[in-house]
């Protein structure tokens, strides 16, 4: 698929709600922000937004600093070392937000941390606005508030926008009964339900995250995102990834 190219299938989705955690901004094993990285996340959104799809991004902020790393230091409290990773995040929002820009996608860059000069305050009805005028929304600063994982935001900014579903973006290929990266045999599962994530302490998404998921009934569905075109082909209803449901769900189309 070629650069000015939109995506041939129209999406499987309305509306739709990207998690791209911190690793996802840098090279692998590194620190810091790739705009290599950056760009390619950009391109990958530009070949979908002629689909249709009204898309929120959720970026996550691990790849500068990692909130919950740092209070593990006597020097700083737990509350402000949070803040700091979620000012991290604004920093990947504002990478994001450009490079969008740069190849023609119309976006726009909201804060849960109220910083006026670089982005928009959230607002629920402001972000639906210019979800519905096609524009794609970047939300950083995670909720506001400390002790709350992007992963949380993700699934609260998605009930709160009425996404149809919740896409994680990772680095491995889905929910795997085992870390995949240190255990060869790892099964990787194509459905699961949310009790089996929570039961077997599966850690893909933080547990707050899939109980808000779960309460509203909101399909997660776990991707490899660096693989070229995933993003493309998972909000075209192809069944990459791992989707997580309820159990009344899982025989049903993923759509």
Do not use: W
């Not at 919950?68 to 979620?86: C, D, E, K, V, W």
């Not at 670089?118 to 210019?130: D, K, L, S, T, Y």
């Not at 998605?158 to 870390?179: C, F, H, P, Q």
């Not at 991707?223 to 998972?234: L, P, Q, T, Y």
């Amino acid at each position: 698929m070629s650069e000015g190219q939109s995506l041939p299938v129209k999406s499987a989705y309305r509306r739709i709600l990207l998690k791209l955690s911190g690793d996802s901004f840098g090279r692998p094993g590194e620190t810091g922000i790739s705009m290599t990285s950056v760009e390619a996340i950009a391109l990958q959104i530009k070949h979908i937004v002629g689909s249709g799809v009204q898309l929120a991004i959720v970026v996550g902020g691990g790849n500068i600093l990692r909130g919950r790393a740092l209070s593990a230091s006597p020097l700083i409290n737990q509350a402000t070392a949070h803040y700091m990773g979620m000012l991290a995040t604004v920093m990947n929002g504002l990478a994001l937000h450009d490079s969008l820009e740069s190849v023609g996608v119309p976006a726009r860059l909201q804060s849960a941390i109220r910083m006026e000069g670089v982005a928009e305050p959230f607002i629920r009805r402001r972000c639906v606005r210019h979800l519905e005028k096609g524009r794609v929304v970047v939300l950083a600063g995670g909720t506001g508030s400390p002790y709350v994982t992007t992963d949380t935001a993700a699934a609260v900014r998605a009930r709160e926008i009425n996404a149809d579903v919740l896409l994680k973006a990772t680095r491995v290929d889905g929910i795997y009964s085992d870390d995949p990266e240190k255990n060869p045999h790892a099964v990787q599962y194509s459905d699961i339900t949310y009790q089996e994530v929570l039961s077997q302490g599966l850690g893909v998404m933080d547990a707050h995250a899939v109980h808000h998921c779960k309460e509203h009934g909101l399909p997660i569905i776990v991707f490899n995102f660096r693989k070229a075109g995933n993003i493309e082909r998972v909000i075209a209803g192809e069944r990459i990834g791992t989707r997580v449901v309820s159990a009344a769900r899982l025989d049903q189309p993923a759509t």
